[in-house]
Structure formats: C-alpha cells, structure tokens
C-alpha cells in the first residue's frame, strides 16, 4: 500500500486530482507545447481555460498505464468503486491527449498535420507535445512532430486500456504500409 500512495501522489502533483474538473492538469509550458483543443479538453466547470492545455505523449502514456493498473488492482480486489474512479481517468486522459495531440497545435502552417478519415482523431497520427514546432519532423527530436517510438508507446497504452480499434486505426493511418485492406 505504500508503494501505491508514493504512486498516487505523484500522479496528483502532475495531473491533479482525478475527481476534479480539472483533470487532467495542464503540464507546465516549459515541459510541453500547447495544443488547440476542442470541448474535450475541459469540462465546463473547469477553472482551467481550453486553450492553455499543453500535454506531451510519453508522459501522459506512463498516467493511462498507470491509472489504469491501479483500476486493475482495485477491480481485482472487488473495490469497483475505486476501480471505477481510475478507470474514468484512464478514459478522460485518453480524450484529452487524442483531442490535443491529434490535432495540430494551431493554424499556422508550419503547425499543420494531414487530415485523415481512419484516424480518430481526424488526422494521420498523433503529435508528442515539444514546446517548439516546425513543418518537417527533425530528426534530433528537438521539434514538435511525430516519433515512432512514441506513436508505439501510444498504441500500446490502447491496447492496454481496451482501445485496440482505435490504436489500429491511428496505426493505420501513420503506417498504411504494414496494412492489408480490412475494415479500418
């Protein structure tokens, strides 16, 4: 039980109290780039305003893992009420960083990502949130783009949280390749 309050407490000082509004927190601006988000972002008794969220893939892939083992401990402990509390944040985090991660920062052209009807977010892939952006991915990973190895990291959390179709479906449209046709 330890182990889960150290756990627990760290999830709180980056994404704040699942049971508040404002779940998930904003990750600090020096930590991630801004996203341009729609309703998802936030509820509407948020304090927090829609445009100042700021998320970052890798980070947030380790929360979902996370709230959602602690949804699997308490499930597996027949507590289904605590459960139920981390499996709604799992669910809540996954909206947000599909609402602002798959959708381009902003309407500037070098912001720009390409639409894409597969994917459910409506574009091809998911960006991993750097503070700075450019048109063109660079490969020193100093810019805000799309990152292999964090686009996986991703599906894996999807297929972890029984988000499989979805993880197909945004694998899809980054890797159209490695796809036979189906129904995706």
């Given at each position: 039980?330890?182990?889960?309050?150290?756990?627990?407490?760290?999830?709180?000082?980056?994404?704040?109290?699942?049971?508040?509004?404002?779940?998930?927190?904003?990750?600090?601006?020096?930590?991630?780039?801004?996203?341009?988000?729609?309703?998802?972002?936030?509820?509407?008794?948020?304090?927090?305003?829609?445009?100042?969220q700021?998320?970052?893939?890798?980070?947030?892939?380790?929360?979902?893992?996370?709230?959602q083992?602690?949804?699997?401990?308490?499930?597996?402990?027949?507590?289904e009420?605590?459960?139920?509390?981390?499996?709604?944040?799992?669910?809540?985090?996954?909206?947000?960083v599909?609402?602002?991660?798959?959708?381009?920062?902003s309407?500037r052209e070098?912001?720009g990502?390409?639409?894409?009807?597969?994917?459910?977010t409506?574009?091809v892939?998911?960006?991993?949130?750097?503070?700075?952006?450019?048109?063109?991915?660079?490969?020193?990973?100093?810019?805000?783009g799309?990152?292999?190895?964090?686009?996986d990291?991703?599906?894996?959390?999807?297929?972890?949280?029984?988000?499989?179709?979805?993880?197909?479906?945004?694998?899809?449209?980054?890797?159209?390749?490695?796809?036979?046709?189906?129904?995706?």
């Amino acid at each position: 039980q330890k182990s889960i309050n150290r756990a627990l407490q760290l999830l709180e000082s980056v994404y704040g109290p699942i049971a508040s509004p404002d779940f998930p927190l904003p990750m600090r601006s020096s930590e991630a780039g801004p996203c341009q988000c729609s309703v998802q972002c936030s509820s509407s008794s948020s304090t927090q305003p829609r445009e100042q969220q700021h998320r970052y893939l890798w980070t947030d892939a380790f929360a979902v893992l996370a709230y959602q083992t602690l949804a699997d401990s308490y499930k597996s402990r027949k507590n289904e009420n605590e459960a139920k509390k981390y499996r709604d944040a799992v669910e809540k985090l996954i909206a947000v960083v599909h609402d602002c991660l798959g959708k381009p920062r902003s309407e500037r052209e070098k912001d720009g990502m390409t639409p894409c009807t597969i994917s459910p977010t409506g574009y091809v892939g998911l960006r991993i949130g750097k503070e700075e952006s450019r048109k063109t991915t660079d490969y020193g990973m100093n810019y805000d783009g799309q990152y292999w190895h964090y686009i996986d990291k991703w599906l894996f959390v999807l297929a972890r949280t029984g988000h499989a179709e979805e993880g197909v479906r945004i694998a899809k449209s980054c890797f159209p390749y490695f796809f036979s046709s189906s129904k995706y």
